[in-house]
């Protein structure tokens, strides 16, 4: 089982940067892919990015060039750059640990964190 805290979120104005901070626990040995999610009230939650243990990268239209994940030296924890901050990015973000990797898509596992609040407005 794989515990996921994530941290960094807050209230920033239009064309601001925020870092996300997800840190796992627990099973941690053979997490293989890290995933950001976000869900804003009243939409489905979408994948943002994706990230492999070798360094693979996936990213939602909608962020790239904007966005930029990576992994921790440790590859327990997984970090979201977010720069050029638009108000649509307003959500709860999500990180997600090892989901299942097949032909560039992400398909989430079952361990969740609780969630940081991203808002972008003036």
């Known amino acids: 089982q794989v515990q996921l805290v994530e941290s960094g979120g807050g209230l920033v104005q239009p064309g601001g940067s925020l870092r996300l901070s997800c840190a796992a626990s627990?099973?941690?040995?053979?997490?293989?892919?890290m995933a950001w999610y976000r869900q804003a009230p009243g939409k489905q939650r979408e994948l943002v990015a994706f990230?492999?243990?070798?360094?693979?990268?996936n990213y939602a239209d909608s962020v790239k060039g904007r966005f930029t994940i990576s992994r921790g030296n440790a590859k327990s924890t997984t970090y979201l750059q977010m720069n050029s901050l638009k108000p649509e990015d307003t959500a709860v973000y999500l990180c997600?640990?090892?989901?299942?990797?097949?032909?560039?898509?992400?398909?989430?596992?079952?361990?969740w964190g609780q969630g940081t609040q991203v808002t972008v407005s003036s």
């Open positions: 997600n640990a090892d989901g299942g990797y097949y032909r560039n898509s992400y398909y989430p596992s079952t361990s």
């Open positions: 627990g099973s941690i040995f053979s997490i293989y892919t």
């Open positions: 990230i492999t243990t070798d360094g693979t990268t």
